[in-house]
């Protein structure tokens, strides 16, 4: 997750901090006042967080929830990101399957918040296990974004079914006119 971070964002790891998902705003994004020297970063997770330099926490807190997603769009400046990304996980059962689908749906969850959240243009990064509902997921990343990749960082295990999909240049956005 770091590994990912690292190539949008700044932010101090290997602190114990934990997040699910970032709403982040690049320096030189038309959605910060342009005085402004540095990003956005947003962070959200069911669980509590501890406070991290530069940046914002909202937690505990459901992505999943309505208000969330009202607080996020309070939040970020300019109501809108450049980058999400989430390594968001529901607790696993053991139930393979059942784990599959439980995150997938979190993730398209997520998804369903970028028309109202995500920059045109932007990108959107996600965890998941795979599984037979990836293709759901697949799915929607190619009809939104322009390119959509799978990676796998080097930090995560081989033998681990856990892949991120990596979409960039969002096609999207509020008032857009859906392919
Ligand atoms: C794999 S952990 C991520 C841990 C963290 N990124 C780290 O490296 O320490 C998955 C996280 O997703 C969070 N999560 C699961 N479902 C969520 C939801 N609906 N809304 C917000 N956070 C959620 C959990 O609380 C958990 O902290």
New binding site residues.
């Given amino acids: 997750?770091t590994s990912f971070m690292s190539q949008w964002v700044s932010l101090k790891s290997g602190q114990g901090?934990?997040?699910?998902?970032l709403f982040v705003i690049s320096p030189s994004s038309p959605s910060l006042d342009p005085g402004a020297p540095v990003g956005f970063v947003l962070g959200?997770?069911?669980?509590h967080i501890f406070p991290l330099e530069g940046a914002t926490f909202l937690c505990p807190?459901?992505?999943?929830d309505p208000r969330?997603f009202q607080r996020i769009r309070e939040l970020l400046p300019g109501g809108r990101a450049d980058v999400i990304l989430s390594?968001?996980?529901?607790?696993a059962t053991g139930i393979r399957g059942l784990d599959h689908d439980r995150l997938i749906s979190?993730c398209l969850?997520l998804l369903d918040l970028a028309p109202d959240t995500l920059c045109p243009g932007g990108t959107f990064l996600c965890?998941t296990w795979a599984g037979s509902q990836s293709h759901r997921l697949q799915k929607r990343l190619t009809e939104e974004f322009q390119n959509t990749k799978t990676v796998k960082p080097e930090a995560s295990r081989k033998e681990s079914s856990e892949v991120y999909f990596l979409a960039t240049q969002y096609r999207r956005g509020k008032g857009s006119v859906k392919a």
């Fill in positions: 997750m901090f934990t997040f699910c998902t959200v997770d069911l669980l807190a459901d992505v999943t969330t390594d968001m996980a529901p607790n979190l969850s965890k």
